[in-house]
Nanobody
C-alpha cells in the first residue's frame, strides 16, 4: 500500500519555526497534488496548504505569509516550512497525497504529526 510518513513535528515556542516533511513510499502511479491539513482538539480538520504537480501553491488564510509548502518530486516528498508560529497553530498535522490512478485520483493520508506551540 501507499504510505505517507510525516516527520519534523514537536514543541516550539511562539515565534519559532518548524519544518515538516512527508515522504510517500510505494506509489506505483504518479502523485498529483500534495497538501497539508491540520486538526486541533475539538476542531474540524482545516486546510493548510497545497502544492500541485506544476508547483503552484495555495494556503489557508490563517497561515498565509507564514507557512511555505514545497516538494521534491524526485523523492516523492512534500515539506511545510512553518515560521512565526503561533499558539493557535498547535494541532496534529496531516499530509495528503493525491495520486493519479487510471480512473481518477486516490488520496492517501499520513498518520498525523503533533505540532505544539507554547505561548
Amino acid at each position: 500500500q501507499v504510505q505517507l510518513v510525516e516527520s519534523g513535528g514537536g514543541l516550539v515556542q511562539a515565534g519559532g519555526s518548524l519544518r515538516l516533511s512527508c515522504a510517500v513510499s510505494n506509489s506505483i502511479f504518479s502523485i498529483n497534488d500534495m497538501a497539508w491539513y491540520r486538526q486541533a482538539p475539538g476542531k474540524q480538520r482545516e486546510f493548510v496548504a497545497v502544492i500541485t504537480s506544476g508547483a503552484s501553491t495555495n494556503y489557508g488564510d490563517s497561515v498565509k505569509g507564514r507557512f511555505t509548502i514545497s516538494r521534491d518530486s524526485a523523492n516523492n516528498t512534500v515539506f511545510l516550512q512553518m515560521n512565526s508560529l503561533k499558539f493557535e497553530d498547535t494541532a496534529v498535522y496531516y499530509c495528503d497525497a493525491g495520486i493519479k490512478v487510471p480512473k481518477g485520483f486516490m488520496h492517501s493520508w499520513g498518520q498525523g504529526i503533533q505540532v505544539t506551540v507554547s505561548s
